[in-house]
């Protein structure tokens, strides 16, 4: 097992990660709110976590994650409100369409997925004991955190009291409260509004409370890792600590990594400037899911990372040159034996992509090392420098590369033999001189994203991925 080095934003400092249970990382990663589709910002949290989780398990650790579902929250109501939905009408499409996006992305999935509804006596029981000791108060209904009962508010965010207060409009909810950073932990039922019984009247949780109670549900009271995008630093994440450390008097989570911000062509994206991506626009204009994984993948978590469609149109191409290699070593004439040099070298780039990774998850590093490979393997290849051996020990590491990248191909909806019988046919078809129907069969395999080449060995063929469209 092999140490990984992260950035923890709790301390403001690179650390070694280390699991309370020696090889065990307990995960926590805040979850969608599922009343619309995920856009490209939110999968780029959920890709580099993925990220994350591939890279702690290839390093040799086990990761029990658990990722929420909150469905019942402000944005949701409203929804069903104004469409006069139930609750889960409102909600299960868009569960549904995540658990989708989550696999056309190649994410693995987490080992919990609680959803907010189904854990409201333990959020009940969380605010209990706030209650008793003595860390909120009651308005119109609504329980909320007195957060000047807390004194390392702030810590993680790193703001002292006076910036909070300046800041003034920190919780979105209307209810009366004493000191506006104070937040609300159950919100008082209105009509019309789905509401669960409590010690404190009919209500429903405030969204914080839900992580916090789930977190610790699943996780124990503390446990190792935290993330989520640097918005949810403050207020969100801030006010789990106040309500987890408030009840328990223990520490909640002992290092925080959080990603930094999604622009597209260089701005920020929002509705209003009509840059706004959902995962599923971008598929449906042809784009290449394991493209877009890439793209998401290929900046460092810490930096914001400019979506442009020319740079989707570079991820295109990188994962299409991981296919011709993978088929290239497929097809390639057998000639026995190894070449000592370049098993050699993929030791070395191997090392090279582990370390990367490990030094807080320094993608170019581990990106470069890879491309560095498939490079050298073409050059070898060009000069049918590269044996039987080497050629599977090469494609044992495309796979081990794979493990952590998730970009390489998967089963296709066409199976191979049904294009071998296709190039097939249209070779017999060329050879008694039918060249209508040989183009005839050439169109029909262009047109499923099959690139035909004559050579003098015969026809090959290989899979081109979509390009897609770009926005008008
Ligand atoms: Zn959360």
């Given at each position: 097992m092999s140490e990984m080095r992260i950035y923890n934003t709790l301390t403001r400092q690179m650390e070694t990660l280390q699991p309370d249970e020696p090889g065990h990382v307990r995960l926590y990663t805040c979850g969608p709110t599922v009343y619309d589709f995920a856009h490209i910002g939110n999968f780029r949290t959920y890709v580099w976590e993925d990220l994350l989780r591939r890279t702690l398990k290839l390093l040799g650790m086990r990761v029990t994650q658990v990722m929420n579902i909150t469905d019942v929250e402000d944005k949701i109501i409203q929804k069903m409100v104004s469409q006069e939905l139930t609750l889960e009408q409102a909600t299960e499409p868009f569960i549904e369409a995540f658990f989708a996006d989550l696999d056309a992305l190649f994410i693995e999935r987490a080992e919990e997925y609680p959803r907010a509804t189904d854990h409201i006596p333990e959020m009940i029981a969380l605010a209990q004991e706030l209650v008793a000791k003595g860390l909120t108060y009651e308005s119109k209904g609504s329980l909320y955190y007195r957060i000047s009962g807390f004194d390392s508010y702030g810590r993680l965010s790193n703001l002292d009291n006076r910036e909070l207060k300046s800041g003034a409009r920190v919780d979105s909810d209307e209810y009366e409260k004493d000191d506006a950073r104070d937040f609300v932990l159950w919100k008082a039922a209105k009509l019309g509004e789905p509401s669960w019984e409590s010690p404190f009247g009919p209500g429903r949780p405030g969204w914080h409370l839900e992580c916090s109670a789930m977190a610790m549900k699943f996780l124990g009271q503390t446990f190792d890792l935290h993330t989520g995008g640097v918005d949810n630093?403050?207020?969100?994440?801030?006010?789990?600590?106040?309500?987890?450390?408030?009840?328990?008097?223990?520490?909640?989570?002992?290092?925080?990594?959080?990603?930094?911000?999604?622009?597209?062509?260089?701005?920020?994206?929002?509705?209003?400037?009509?840059?706004?991506?959902?995962?599923?626009?971008?598929?449906?204009?042809?784009?290449?899911?394991?493209?877009?994984?890439?793209?998401?993948?290929?900046?460092?978590?810490?930096?914001?990372?400019?979506?442009?469609?020319?740079?989707?149109?570079?991820?295109?191409?990188?994962?299409?040159?991981?296919?011709?290699?993978?088929?290239?070593?497929?097809?390639?004439?057998?000639?026995?034996?190894?070449?000592?040099?370049f098993d050699g070298r993929m030791v070395q780039l191997k090392a090279e992509f582990e370390a990367s990774l490990a030094d807080d998850l320094n993608i170019s590093g581990?990106?470069?090392?890879?491309?560095?490979?498939?490079?050298?393997?073409?050059?070898?290849?060009?000069?049918?420098?590269?044996?039987?051996?080497?050629?599977?020990?090469?494609?044992?590491?495309?796979?081990?590369?794979?493990?952590?990248?998730?970009?390489?191909?998967?089963p296709a909806d066409e199976p191979d033999e049904k294009?071998?019988?296709?190039?097939?046919?249209?070779?017999?078809?060329?050879?008694?001189?039918?060249?209508?129907?040989?183009?005839?069969?050439?169109?029909?395999?262009?047109?499923?994203?099959?690139?035909?080449?004559?050579?003098?060995?015969?026809?090959?063929?290989?899979?081109?991925?979509?390009?897609?469209?770009?926005?008008?």
């Open positions: 630093i403050f207020p969100h994440h801030e006010n789990e600590i106040a309500q987890s450390e408030g009840a328990t008097g223990k520490p909640f989570v002992r290092y925080w990594m959080h990603a930094a911000h999604l622009l597209v062509e260089s701005e920020k994206m929002a509705k209003s400037k009509g840059n706004f991506y959902k995962l599923r626009e971008l598929l449906d204009r042809g784009h290449d899911a394991r493209a877009v994984r890439l793209l998401l993948l290929s900046t460092h978590y810490r930096t914001p990372l400019n979506f442009t469609f020319s740079a989707l149109e570079r991820a295109t191409g990188e994962v299409q040159r991981l296919d011709d290699l993978a088929s290239r070593l497929e097809r390639e004439a057998d000639y026995e034996g190894r070449n000592e040099e581990a990106l470069g090392a890879l491309f560095r490979l498939v490079r050298e393997a073409n050059v070898a290849l060009d000069k049918k420098a590269l044996p039987l051996d080497s050629r599977r020990g090469l494609q044992e590491a495309l796979l081990w590369f794979d493990s952590v990248l998730g970009i390489l191909e998967r294009i071998d019988d296709l190039v097939r046919r249209r070779e017999e078809a060329r050879a008694a001189k039918d060249f209508a129907e040989a183009d005839r069969i050439r169109d029909e395999l262009t047109a499923n994203g099959i690139q035909l080449e004559d050579t003098p060995q015969g026809t090959i063929w290989k899979r081109m991925l979509s390009r897609g469209s770009d926005p008008d």
